[in-house]
Nanobody
Framework: QVQLVESGGGLVQAGGSLRLSCAASGRTFSSYAMAWFRQAPGKERELVAAISSLGISSTYADSVKGRFTISRDNAKKTVNLQMTSLKPEDTAVYYC????????????????WGQGTQVTVSS
């Protein structure tokens, strides 16, 4: 069982930066692929970025490539999302997710979810 708690959301102006963090519980964090998803009002939840269990590989949505960076610290059981050059279209609730095994790009591939943290980017 894994519990995930996100933090770091807030209100920021366009062009600004935010750093989201996700703290995980559980003994086998280093065996889980981790991901950040987001969901804007009226839209489906979508993958933002994902990172493999040992942090060797990662994948990003095209819309955030070059602006967002996912990282993890297995000793601290945390995964972070550094967001720069934020745009109003990045406004959404951001969710941390975990799955035992390889990276998945689908919401259905993840077994554990956090409660989400709101990110609002003003123009």
């Amino acid at each position: 069982q894994v519990q995930l708690v996100e933090s770091g959301g807030g209100l920021v102006q366009a062009g600004g930066s935010l750093r989201l963090s996700c703290a995980a519980s559980g003994r086998t964090f280093s065996s889980y692929a981790m991901a950040w998803f987001r969901q804007a009002p009226g839209k489906e939840r979508e993958l933002v970025a994902a990172i493999s269990s040992l942090g060797i590989s990662s994948t990003y949505a095209d819309s955030v490539k070059g602006r967002f960076t996912i990282s993890r610290d297995n000793a601290k059981k945390t995964v972070n999302l550094q967001m720069t050059s934020l745009k109003p279209e990045d406004t959404a609730v951001y969710y941390c997710a975990a799955r035992d095994g390889r990276i998945s790009t689908s919401t259905h591939g993840y077994d554990y979810w956090g409660q989400g943290t709101q990110v609002t980017v003003s123009s």
